[in-house]
C-alpha cells in the first residue's frame, strides 16, 4: 500500500513538472517550480501551420515510422524542397520580372541614417527575410522606406511595423 501511495506521489509530481513532447519528437522538458526560458526564435525559419487530412497525416506517420523521413517536419520540408525544385526555373524568372533581392536583406540604423542624410527613399523588394533593425525608430523608417514588398518574412518592432503598415504591398 505504501509503494502505491509514493508511485502515485511520483506521478503526479512528474504530471505537473514535466512539458509536453511533440509528436514528431521535437519538445523539451524541465523538473522544478521555475518556468524556462522560451526558446530564441531562429531568424533563419519561420513556423507556419498547415492542415493535413487524417489520412495524409497517416501517410506521413507511417513514412516516418518506416524510417524514411526522421520526424513529420523532416517529411514536409523535403516535400516543399522537391516543389521548389520543380518550380526552379518559373521562381528565377519571376524573380528577375519583378525585380527581387534574394535571401536575407538587413537594414540597420546606420544604413537607414545614410538614407536620409542622401535625402532618398528605399523601395524594399525581397524574397527572403528583411530584417529591420531593433534600434530602427518608427520614425526614422516611416522617413527612409517608401515600400516594402516581402515575400518571406519581415522581422523589425512592432512600432516599426505599424509605422510601415500603409505601405506594405
Same mark, same amino acid.
Given at each position: 500500500? =505504501? ?8 506521478? =503526479?509530481? *512528474? ?16 523538473? @522544478? ?13 519561420? =513556423?507556419?501551420?498547415?492542415? *493535413? ?49 534574394? @535571401? ?7 544604413? *537607414? ?54 505601405? *506594405?504591398?
Amino acid at each position: 500500500m =505504501k509503494l502505491h501511495r509514493e508511485k502515485e506521489t511520483a506521478c =503526479k509530481y *512528474l504530471y505537473r513538472h514535466l512539458c509536453t513532447i511533440q509528436a514528431d519528437g521535437v519538445g523539451m522538458f524541465y523538473m @522544478g517550480d521555475e518556468t524556462p526560458e522560451p526558446r530564441q526564435r531562429r531568424s533563419d525559419s519561420e =513556423k507556419i501551420t498547415v492542415n *493535413l487530412g487524417y489520412v495524409d497525416l497517416g501517410h506521413i506517420d507511417l513514412l516516418v515510422q518506416e524510417g524514411f523521413y526522421s520526424t513529420r517536419t523532416d517529411f514536409i520540408r523535403t516535400a516543399i524542397r522537391n516543389q521548389m525544385d520543380r518550380h526552379a526555373d518559373a521562381v528565377k524568372k519571376s524573380v528577375a520580372r519583378h525585380q527581387f533581392d534574394l @535571401g536575407l536583406r538587413q537594414y540597420s540604423r546606420r544604413d *537607414l541614417e545614410a538614407v536620409r542624410a542622401a535625402g532618398e527613399m528605399l523601395h524594399i523588394q525581397v524574397l527572403g527575410l528583411v530584417i529591420i533593425a531593433a534600434d530602427v525608430s518608427a520614425d526614422l523608417a516611416r522617413e527612409t522606406i517608401a515600400s516594402i514588398r516581402v515575400l518571406g518574412a519581415l522581422q523589425a518592432s512592432s512600432a516599426v511595423k505599424s509605422a510601415l503598415a500603409g505601405r *506594405l504591398l
